[in-house]
């Protein structure tokens, strides 16, 4: 800031050079984390050729979800040798294009990925946004562009850092908003989750940035009806596209009520002596309604193209996702010890068969998992209570990520238990929360230099002594506290009341703690001024 003031540039030109070089810094940070990787690595994950395949049927028009080889619920692809063969073509016209990991735009013909032009209906298609949203690109382009699969979580989180740094501009707290997004911009873990193959995580994290721009707005900013009305309708179409593409987003519906009934709250003065009035109560329920309404739509609108392509081909139509019975089974398994969950695929498919009428693991049989895990609740409350307490510590600390790899020899506390499955595996799938990225290069910090932020703003806005010997910052970190805490509400979500072990939705919790970081530094910026002259 200080370069650029030196450089005698107006006020208003600044911030648009500074939210710039942070972008452009986040895109060399991504182009250097896929550039600098094969098409092999890339495609390691059987998630990320399925969604391209299926992106490729539909931009070949042949519906959706299709892809040139049956797309099951299992994990193991090499066994089918459509599979096979589609790799081997999709390498071929790779490097007969000269498509690279960079030139995302870069395309090749759908038509010869198929081995013998047939394209088959897939019978596995949950978090399936992300294949469509990438068949829509293919039929504008023309063409499949296979990169392009790793690089759209990356643009499209482009404007979202815009209209985050901006919304704190606005609300008087730009200095918290840039710091914010050179932070996510150098961390390895937010860039990595943009860009993974593995999942759509990156639109979970996205929601996020969103719900955040929100919170933002309707606490801190100068809330109109007009202004509220309008990003709920953005905030809606947004998350409508993003849940499609990643089923935890709708968990984060509750922190968006939040948000939107702060706004409501500050957006129509109260009558004196009334809490909230019946105008307040309206523009909250329109909010959540435009809200909701895109999410609602666009699910149906999927629901009817997938019906169609079914029915044209003479495939039953089958649910997107499992019973979440199944996920929230295998998910007690991060913190029980006693009564016998465990966080893997097998032990989930065991205890349906345990429970199941017809003696298989199908997915009509999923639902008598939720007598099961209701039962343990019925017959000890403790014990569950017990494990939401663990989970909502173990996120906010990030405890799972403490070890330190130069230190330790792991970046990762390893599991202690049984019960914890394969936990182990999903956090070695990605860079962790307190690994940093600058370029080509990537390393690691001690937990403490991530959590030091959010302690400190804690005590500077609670403790009286810090009150008055730090006023501004003191000021500024209260001013802070109920953003943070709407976004940590969004975050702790999935968590809390699924599972810890997924490790992607739990580490998210450092953006919380990079907003304390924020909060901090413009503190301690405005605590340095010299005061106003009267």
Sequence with gaps: MRIIARMGLSGALRPFLVVSAICGLFLANAAALIGGSTTRELFRFW?????????????????????????????????????????????????????????????????????????????????????????????????????????????????????????????????????????????????????????????????????????VYGLRGQVTIRGLVFRSLVAGVLIGVFSLARGTVPSLLPAFVMALGAGAWRAIPTAAGRRIGVRQLGLLAVSVALLVAPYLFLSNAVDGLVARTMTKRGRPMMPRYHDPALLIWKGLGDFDRTKGYEFRDKAGERAIIRGSRTGDASRAQEIHLRSVILGDIREDPVWFATILVKRALSTITLYKVWAYGPRDGTSIIPAASPNEGVIDAYYSIAAHADWYRFGSRVGELPIVFVLLPSLICLLAGTLPSVASSAPELARVARAGFPVMSILAVGVLATPVLITTATAFEPECFVIVHFLAAGFLVEGVVKARKPPARA
Excluded at 146 to 173: D, K, M, Q, S, Y
Excluded at 197 to 212: D, P, Q, R, T
């Design 47 to 215: 998630r990320s050729s399925d969604d391209f395949a299926i992106a490729a049927g539909y931009g070949a028009r042949q519906g959706f979800p299709v892809a040139p080889y049956r797309v099951l619920d299992t994990i193991r692809r090499e066994r089918d040798p459509r599979f096979v063969d589609f790799r081997r073509l999709l390498d071929q016209q790779i490097a007969l294009q000269n498509v690279t990991p960079s030139t995302f735009w870069r395309t090749v013909p759908p038509a010869s990925l198929s081995p013998d032009g047939q394209w088959r209906a897939a019978a596995r298609f949950d978090d399936g946004g992300r294949a469509l949203f990438l068949g829509l690109c293919y039929r504008a382009l023309g063409e499949a562009a296979p990169f392009l699969l790793f690089w759209l979580g990356i643009l499209i989180c482009v404007p979202l850092l815009v209209g985050l740094f901006l919304e704190c501009r606005w609300a008087g707290h730009g200095i918290a908003g840039g710091v914010l997004i050179a932070l996510l911009s150098c961390s390895a873990f937010f860039v990595e989750m943009l860009a993974l193959g593995y999942s759509a995580v990156g639109f979970h994290v996205m929601a996020l940035l969103v719900l955040l721009g929100l919170a």
